[in-house]
C-alpha cells in the first residue's frame, strides 16, 4: 500500500512524506503506483524549478519524503498533490491511503 502523509504547519509551510508500493499490478505495470509517483514528482519539481523555492527532499525506492517553507503558492500545489491522491485512494482503497495533520 502506498502511504501519503501530508503536513500543512502554516500558510506557506507544508511537506509530504510517500512510502510504499500499491501492489496493484506487477513492478513496471502498477498504474496506481505510477499515479502517484508522477504526480508527486510534478509537485516537487514545479515548487523547486519554476516556483524557485528552496526545499529538502529525500528520495529513495518507495520513498519520497519533501519539505518547504515560504511559499503560499507552493502550499497549494502540495493541496492539489493531495487532493489527487485522496481521488486515487476513492478509487483505489486497498491501494492508497491519504493522512494530513496541521
Known amino acids: 500500500m502506498i502511504r501519503a502523509r501530508f503536513r500543512f504547519p502554516s500558510a506557506d509551510t507544508a511537506s509530504f512524506r510517500i ?3 500499491a501492489g496493484f499490478a506487477e513492478h513496471g505495470e502498477d498504474i496506481v503506483c505510477a ?3 508522477s504526480a508527486a514528482y510534478l509537485t516537487a ?3 523547486t524549478e519554476i516556483l524557485g ?4 527532499a529525500e528520495v529513495r525506492e518507495g520513498y519520497l519524503d519533501f519539505a518547504f517553507t515560504g511559499s503560499e ?4 500545489l ?7 491522491l485522496e481521488q486515487l485512494q476513492a478509487e483505489h482503497p486497498k491501494h492508497v491511503k491519504v493522512t494530513t495533520e496541521v
Open 19 to 21: 512510502t510504499g508500493h
Open 35 to 37: 499515479a502517484v509517483s
Open 45 to 47: 519539481n514545479t515548487v
Open 53 to 56: 523555492v528552496e526545499a529538502s
Open 73 to 76: 503558492a507552493a502550499v497549494k
Open 78 to 84: 502540495v493541496q492539489g498533490l493531495r487532493l489527487h
